[in-house]
């Protein structure tokens, strides 16, 4: 059976470990020397007790508890990566504008980009600015509410939609997520049909979503009203077509239908196996 000692030794190899990923994320400064600082406690209390051979099951629980919080506290600090509120940027798009014809034309991926994903990212950012920087008081505090869901959706939604197409289509899902499919709508062909009537049926302006339920454990479809409404909370999107008409007019005019069959040619079928992947990893 494993002693307490040899136990401690694989938590210093454990605490050492992470000490590594901290030292190669390179964290702020700030936050670099504030979590060695008390790795390094964590370490040099595990090795005092390896030195003196002597540790009781309490004090081994309490180093255990200790290097998870600690583990815990590191990983949710990484506060680099959020994005301060009003500073959201236009992302760049991961591909040409001309990559996606004849499917979706040159013209219409760089409106839709440029002017219309621009907007929701200036509208989010000016809400957010209201509401978090300014501190809006109550009497304007619904209106910028309403301005962050709108463009705060838009913003979003635009964000996954360019990386759910590509020009190097699979045409049909693959890997986990062509399984996950298969099993909740019965087959590939079962689920394009359920989708795309999905798509035909939003009136005026709004989306189709292919999204995954945490609690349920399934896929759903859904179709949000303009880009905010209608939404089932707590799903994540994995794959979203964009109905409105500034997404297909220009090339289609009325033909929404043909903008849909036309679109499942240039489904990403990779990205969304890989939002997939990610989202099953959430428990909720
Ligand atoms: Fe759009």
Known sequence: MESYIDYLRRLKAWGEALKENVQAERLSQLIDEKWLKKL???????????????????????LQNKGKTLSNLIKTSNTEKAIPYGKHKLPALPYAYDALEPYISKEIMKLHHEKHHQSYVDGLNKAEEELYVKKADSDTMKHWLREQ??????HYLHSIFWNNMTPNSSKQPIKEVQN????????????????SDA???????GWAVLSWSPISGKLAIQTFEKHQLFQVANT?????LDMWEHAYYLQYQTNKGKYIDNWWNVVNWENVNNRYLTAIKIHM
């Open 149 to 154: 869901a709108f463009h705060g959706s838009g």
């Open 236 to 240: 994540i999107p994995l794959l979203v």
């Open 40 to 62: 390094d406690d964590f370490l040099n209390k595990i090795e005092e007790h390896i030195a003196k051979q002597e540790v009781s099951y309490e004090e081994v629980r309490l």
């Open 199 to 205: 798509a035909n049926s939003v009136e005026g302006v």
């Open 180 to 195: 996950k499919i298969d099993n909740d709508f019965g087959s590939w062909q079962k689920f394009k049909k359920l989708f």
